[in-house]
């Protein structure tokens, strides 16, 4: 234990004692959570630009750019919080991909709540057709080495990742109930010791593709910019 | 020994966070599963450590002592949430690497430890080669264990350097058939190769110890080095 490093030994009373150490503490508070602040708003654009430039190399990744011939990023619409993606904070942005004005895929933000470390934001590529034509993981807190493979930078298979097994499947292909991992009856592989990040992410694409291919017409139908609010049977 | 050596010294080797001290397990254990994750959160941990001791030893003489420990926390807070959004900012490409690891610092009691232990009575000199000190004491041995996990577990070294690195890839140390020893990549492997890391050290100690005894009966002056030991 250190020493008191300045004795406070002053005529003042035990509530003046206690009003300046209250008073200090106020002061380093205020002054740190300044230093904070200004960093973050000093620090915000530069972050947003980057967090831009990332979504648009990972859109890339998902839909190839031979699919679609229209400006993506200008025809999104935006999804209310919904039980089916996941997404619980705020409207997410859905990107409409249309070759020669017709339907082709829709690149649709999901989430999945029940990773090991919580939420893992997904970024799924739906063919009009109905097929997945691939998933990523855009933000995890999955244990590094072991739950992190779901990310394919971090995944050891370089030649096949794990999150490839998704790619061009869908309800034709796979039954909506064999669409879990393999240790839940369906036909995912996972990871040993570490099941748990892949089922959160079978799960949640899972439902995403299922919301999609139901909603397909309608999510195409709407007019860029407007909002898709969930009808309710 | 001059001060400051025995400062470094007691960092890397003497006082080591981790097999002497035995603080910081938390992200010892879930970060060590191979060997480029390690190394990227220990010098991540120096950067932390090395900034919140200059921070504090500079500011010892206005804190009081009845509220340091939350006056220590929040400049530990603060230091690490400046240099997370600082890295975002500036060094993005580093900090997709080293991203997740920044916050994880936070719960390293070690900063904690030698904030109170050692920067809140010394000199800001001393204090921030310290902090250094402390902080390559457990960058080598996490990197160490990071290495001793990966290769037992996965049978490799470096995999994930191509993220740093981009020219560069992991080796594969056995043969690429090895199926893998997954205790190793869990936390009890991790307690595993805790306790034979510092059973090592402490055999070497015991071994410089006994060096030194023997050259005491026999007459001779010990030589400089054991004199830390």
């Known amino acids: 234990m250190s020493e008191p490093l300045e004795v406070p030994l002053r005529d003042s009373g035990p509530l003046r004692i206690a009003v300046r150490t209250a008073a200090i503490m106020l002061v380093f508070t205020l002054v740190f959570t300044a230093l904070m602040a200004g960093t973050y708003s000093a620090t915000a654009p530069l972050v947003a630009a980057s967090a831009k430039k990332e979504k648009l190399a990972l859109i890339g990744e998902v839909l190839p750019f031979a699919l679609y011939d229209n400006a993506l990023l200008d025809d999104w619409i935006e999804v209310l919080a919904d039980k089916e993606l996941g997404v619980t904070d705020d409207a997410t942005r859905l990107y409409r991909a249309r070759l020669k004005g017709q339907p082709a895929a829709l690149v649709i933000e999901a989430a999945a709540a029940d990773g090991y470390s919580g939420r893992i934001g997904l970024l799924l590529a739906v063919k009009a057709s109905g097929e997945l034509l691939a998933v990523r993981v855009t933000e995890h807190r999955e244990t590094p080495g072991l739950g992190d493979y779901i990310n394919p930078n971090k995944d050891r298979n370089k030649s096949q990742p794990w999150i490839t097994q998704f790619s061009n499947l869908g309800f034709d292909s796979v039954p909506r109930e064999r669409w879990r991992v393999k240790k839940d009856g369906g036909q995912f592989d996972q990871r040993a010791g570490a099941t748990i990040s892949a089922r959160a992410v079978t799960n949640a694409s899972g439902r995403a593709l299922a919301w999609a291919t139901q909603q397909r017409d309608k999510l195409f139908d709407l007019p860029a910019h407007s909002r898709f609010e969930e009808s309710k049977p | ?229």
């Open chain 2, 1 to 229: 020994m001059s001060a400051y050596k025995e400062i470094a010294w007691n960092g890397i080797w003497k006082q080591n966070t981790i097999l002497v001290q035995v603080l910081g397990l938390c992200p010892l254990l879930a970060v060590s599963t191979n060997f480029v994750n390690a190394v990227s959160l220990g010098l991540a941990t120096v950067v932390v450590m090395l900034l919140s001791n200059l921070a504090i030893s500079a500011l010892r003489a206005l804190i009081p002592y009845e509220i340091r420990i939350p006056v220590f926390i929040l400049i530990i807070a603060a230091t690490v949430t400046v240099i997370d959004l600082a890295f975002n900012a500036f060094l993005h490409d580093l900090y997709l690497v080293l991203g997740i690891f920044i916050p994880l610092i936070v719960t390293n009691c070690i900063v904690l430890a030698r904030v109170e232990a050692f920067a809140a009575k010394n000199g800001l000199r001393a204090s921030t080669l310290d902090g250094l000190a402390m902080g390559v004491g457990f960058v080598w041995v996490i990197g160490l264990f990071g290495a001793v996990r990966e290769l037992a577990g996965q049978g490799t070294l470096f995999s994930g350097i191509e993220m740093i690195f981009p020219t560069l890839s992991g080796i594969q140390i056995f043969p690429a058939d090895y199926p893998g020893f997954l205790i190793a990549m869990l936390p009890p492997g991790a307690f595993f190769v805790l306790g034979l890391l510092i059973a090592c050290r402490n055999w070497l100690d015991a071994r410089a110890n006994q060096r030194l005894r023997e050259q005491r009966s026999h007459g001779q002056p010990p030589a400089a080095t054991s004199v830390a030991t």
